[in-house]
């Protein structure tokens, strides 16, 4: 998987799966745009980085905000010469925005629903479209979006960030087509529970965190919550050539999950 001088965007990449991403690609050759909104985590990670003997950078971004996503954009051919992976990565979660008894459809206010689908459905749209035209410069380009299994199957309080990532599904499918003839490929990727900051804020939100957690991994055939790292690697997968023939693709990495309707301690686990 060889991702060495490939230069990547990774936004929402202060903590979690972009955080794991940044440190991994970087380990690997890769130059790095780290983008957040909390300036003092994407700063300690770029900083982290360097002083690994990486190359990284910083910048303040909101992926909904089209000035600030067109100079995150800018800044970084403006450092590395060029874009050649756009990791599509910041993401929120509705019971980041409001209790858990306003996290389903009687008590959820519009303006959360809709700061969802903005941040989650609209923020890679904007991204890749201000990242377009240096893409379409690199050799080896492509855009990895960050889907989840909640776009295919439903969990409690889940609704505004399952709609969401049901559309990156589909965006990702309707962007491979556009870009196709750029020789840009456009894929995505589905996981379930990882042990992130996202993670366990929906955990504890729940009214027995212990037990939901349990719940969560039931189903897993690998019974354990999944790690940020190796997210980041299938991510440097999907950006290498090794991945070339791969295009419009979602892929779970989902420990199991969605492959049976049991649980794990039917059959031992």
């Given amino acids: 998987m060889s991702v060495k001088d490939l230069r990547f965007v990774i936004t929402g990449s202060g ?12 380990a690997k050759g890769a130059k790095i745009m780290v983008s957040d909104l909390n300036d003092a985590n994407g700063k300690q990670v770029a900083e982290d980085i360097r002083k690994s003997g990486g190359a990284a950078e910083y910048f303040h971004c909101d992926v909904t905000n089209p000035q600030e996503v067109e100079a995150l954009m800018k ?18 979660h509705e019971t980041a925005l409001a209790p858990a008894d306003q996290c389903n459809i009687e008590g959820m206010p519009l303006e959360v629903f809709r700061k969802v689908l903005e941040v989650n459905a609209v923020g890679p749209w904007l991204c890749t479209k201000y990242a377009l035209p240096y893409l379409k410069k690199s050799e080896n380009a492509s855009v990895i979006n960050a889907a989840s ?3 295919q199957s439903g969990y409690p309080n889940n609704s505004a960030y399952g709609t969401s990532k049901g559309g990156i599904r589909l965006q990702t499918q309707n962007l491979a087509v556009d870009l196709a003839k750029y020789k840009i ?59 070339g023939f791969i295009n419009a693709a979602y892929i779970l990495i989902d420990g199991g999950s969605l492959a049976w309707r049991g649980s794990a301690d039917q059959i031992g686990l």
């Fill in 15 to 26: 903590t979690g799966i972009g955080r794991a991403t940044a440190q991994v690609a970087a």
């Fill in 75 to 92: 800044a970084t051919a403006d450092a590395f010469g060029g874009i050649d992976v756009l990791h599509n990565n910041a993401g929120i």
């Fill in 149 to 151: 299994t909640g776009s």
């Fill in 185 to 243: 490929r456009v894929n995505c990727y589905g996981p379930t529970a990882i042990a992130t900051d996202m993670v366990t804020n929906f955990v504890k939100q729940s009214p027995d965190p212990v037990a939901f957690e349990k719940a969560l991994i039931a189903t897993s055939l690998i019974p354990r919550l999944g790690r940020p790292e190796e997210v980041a690697e299938l991510v440097c997968f999907l950006a290498s050539k090794e991945s």
